[in-house]
């Protein structure tokens, strides 16, 4: 097992059987590893495997081949279920318990890991914007509720890896957001994340490294803000109390308060550039400072593509109506 | 143990809130105070019919409770991947069968104490007296019927909704009759036949012992020793088929 790593793969394989005879391979020696506070984005189109690979880690499967070391553990084990925690691709729960009831019957389940499980339940309620909802029964809630559910579910036990598939899908933009300050903040704390999404600006701001699934493994990993592409955004994080006088000569600029402290995220670069003088020049402290590279986009669908695509040409070319 | 009660918790709960359960209280409610007046035209045989009919009425309303929303609830959760958010907590699969089984065995004894009581008011109010020997009648019922509950729980482990319900009536079905299987391997001179009776028999569940419905009608109690060989067989048959069910889910992948 690589040294620090909360997960190392080695050599996955997995094959479903399709009827009788035939077997489809998914999986063929796929190897990865997530550090702690690490975010690995898993990227591959759909069937590529990304799921499989979660349900291998989670224990819901096993592999045919290969050796995965998951919190020191095996997928599977009581105490790595403990201090991990799973957002699946499409949750489902059972539709006649209300919000608050399924919160309490999982937080019961993992109850050992926390100080209060009803605290940590009504906590996350209020994080994920559940709170108006806690009395309504799962079958009533949209999909987007679902999901943030589901996500809260994920962060219960104060995981040390998270493991979340899909996890923006049917989010409004708003909560979207709100979605991904908490999972920087889990990042911050030191929690490591897999991830998988089709959505490349979400990676590009959750993940440290992107993994392109390619015939059942990695076929390219990618460094987000690798050297070579220029500076596109910068994120910066100033004290709370220190907000107003920042924002002083910028009135316009749109901050997010993260407990004691402003976050700035997404300033193009040139402008992050001009107010970091500013505030060193006040004596602002700057408690976080992260740049943001583009994403080799076109690297990256050539990846995943069957087949090669020009950089910069349409990913399909579109045929004419038929009359 | 924790693991267990708080999933059995969380069935019932659920369970309490299934439109289903309802329906068929609701149901057996109707049915039975139109018994209640259609008895009397029996003539002389009001109160007999009345305990029988109530008896076979709470018998087919927890059996379709085990096999509709036992089966039903099982096979739904599967297929919605209901599972997948509690098998990835610290819960072993076999905590996670056995709280799913309390669960059902919690709605089992929920339908039969709620149409005992039904049967109970309107016997009350029509002017029927009570059935002596009823609650050994209500306990046979839970015994026969939480086997059917090991039965869904076992197939519904390893196959769909239609072949669990199809797998579990026929194992009933031929529960009934594993009796008459004894009697065919006496009568029988293949060699090979009689053993193939006698392997079914042994394999079925003899639920021939849980048949006291028409002596308690008639007004005869089963013996104590009856009801404690009752008791007996059932915690085994329960405990092998659990155990089976668990050896099954144990080696399965969960999609």
């Given amino acids: 097992m690589t040294d620090g790593a909360l997960l190392s793969v080695q050599d996955l394989a997995k094959s479903y059987r399709l009827g009788l005879r035939r077997r489809q391979s998914v999986l063929r020696g796929l190897s990865l590893t997530v550090g702690r506070g690490e975010v690995y984005g898993l990227l591959g189109r759909n069937g590529a495997g990304k799921t499989t690979t979660f349900r291998l880690l989670t224990g819901l499967a096993r592999p045919e081949a290969g050796e995965i070391h998951i919190l020191g553990g095996r997928p599977g084990d009581r105490d790595v279920h403990l201090r991990l925690g799973y957002c699946p691709e499409n949750p489902q729960f059972p539709p006649n318990l209300t919000v608050r009831e399924l919160m309490r019957f999982h937080g019961a389940l993992v109850a050992s890991r926390l100080v209060t499980a009803r605290n940590r339940v009504d906590w996350l309620a209020a994080q994920f914007d559940l709170s108006d909802v806690s009395r309504r029964e799962i079958r009533q809630l949209s999909r987007g509720t679902l999901q943030r559910v589901a996500l809260a579910l994920a962060l219960l036990s104060r995981p040390e890896l998270l493991i979340l598939d899909e996890p923006l899908t049917a989010l409004d933009p708003l909560q979207r957001q709100r979605v991904i300050d908490i999972l920087l903040e889990q990042k911050r704390a030191g929690t490591g994340m897999i991830v998988s999404s089709h959505i490349l600006t979400e990676l590009e701001t959750l993940a440290d490294r992107l993994g392109v699934l390619k015939d059942g493994r990695i076929g390219r990993e990618i460094a987000v803000g690798a050297a070579g592409a220029a500076p596109v955004a910068m994120d910066i994080r100033i004290p709370f109390e220190k907000s107003k006088e920042a924002r002083l000569d910028a009135p316009d600029l749109e901050g997010v308060r993260e407990g004691e402290t402003a976050a700035f995220r997404g300033l193009p670069f040139e402008r992050a550039q001009t107010l970091l003088q500013r505030w060193s020049a006040l004596g602002i402290p700057i408690l976080e400072l992260a740049e943001r590279r583009e994403l080799p986009a076109d690297e990256i669908l050539a990846s995943i593509a069957d087949e090669p695509v020009p950089a910069g040409a349409p990913s399909r070319v579109r045929e004419k109506e038929p009359a | ?255």
Avoid at chain 2, 154 to 175: E, I, Q
């Fill in chain 2, 1 to 255: 143990m924790r693991n267990v009660a708080v999933l059995t918790l969380a069935g019932l709960r659920e369970a309490l809130r299934d439109r289903l359960l309802y329906s068929l209280l609701g149901l057996g409610a109707i049915l039975l105070c139109v018994l209640a007046l259609v008895a009397p035209l029996t003539l002389g045989a009001r109160d007999k019919t009345f305990h029988d009919a109530a008896l076979a009425w709470i018998h087919v309303s927890a059996m379709l409770a085990m096999l509709v929303m036992g089966a039903w609830n099982l096979h739904r959760e599967r297929e919605r991947g209901i599972w997948l958010s509690v098998l990835t907590r610290p819960v072993s699969r076999q905590e996670f069968l056995l709280g799913r089984l309390s669960g059902l065995l919690g709605v089992l004894g929920l339908v039969i104490g709620a149409a005992a009581l039904i049967y109970l008011l309107i016997g009350w109010a029509t002017g029927v007296p009570l059935l002596p020997g009823l609650a050994v009648g209500l306990l046979y019922v839970f015994l026969e019927m939480s086997l059917l509950a090991g039965l869904v729980l076992l197939f519904s482990t390893f196959t769909g909704f239609a072949m669990t319900l199809f797998l579990a009536l026929a194992v009933f079905a031929a529960g009934h009759l594993s009796a008459d299987l004894l009697r065919f391997a006496a009568l029988t001179e293949s060699g090979f036949l009689r053993a193939l009776a006698l392997g079914a028999h042994w394999l079925l569940p003899h639920l021939e012992l849980y048949r006291v419905r028409n002596s308690l009608v008639g007004g005869s109690t089963p013996a104590p020793d009856a009801v404690l060989a009752a008791l007996g067989y059932t915690l085994l048959y329960f405990t092998a088929l659990v155990g089976a069910a668990a050896a099954v889910f144990a080696r399965r992948e969960i999609r």
